[in-house]
């Protein structure tokens, strides 16, 4: 075993198990999760993306990954109903009816 092998190996040892790794994953996972998010964000109608590409660029490096499932339950809705709940025309869905859902709608609306 070379060198560097034994020393990498003693690193991971020193660090203990939830700090290296913890801090690996959510410097790896939570960027990755997020350009897959901004791609996914990309709408058909002009209104909706205009609302959330500014929203991301505004928060899109903060969000948690918790920020992140709630936004994307959002896109999960159909173009006209998602304009209709950014412009309060109409209130959240009975499914979506959550308060971190209504908190990410919040600041989609304010953004």
Partial sequence: ???????????RQDKGAAGAEGGL?????LPLARRRLRWRAR?????NDVIITRFLERHGDELTLDEMVSF???????ENE???????RSEVPAALDVPAVRVMLERLRTS
């Fill in 1 to 11: 075993m070379s060198e560097e092998s034994e020393s990498n190996a003693g690193d």
């Fill in 43 to 47: 709408r058909g109608l002009l209104e």
């Fill in 82 to 88: 998602l304009l209709d709940l950014f412009l309060a």
């Fill in 25 to 29: 994953i959510a410097d790896t996972v």
């Fill in 72 to 78: 994307e339950a959002l896109l999960d809705l159909p």
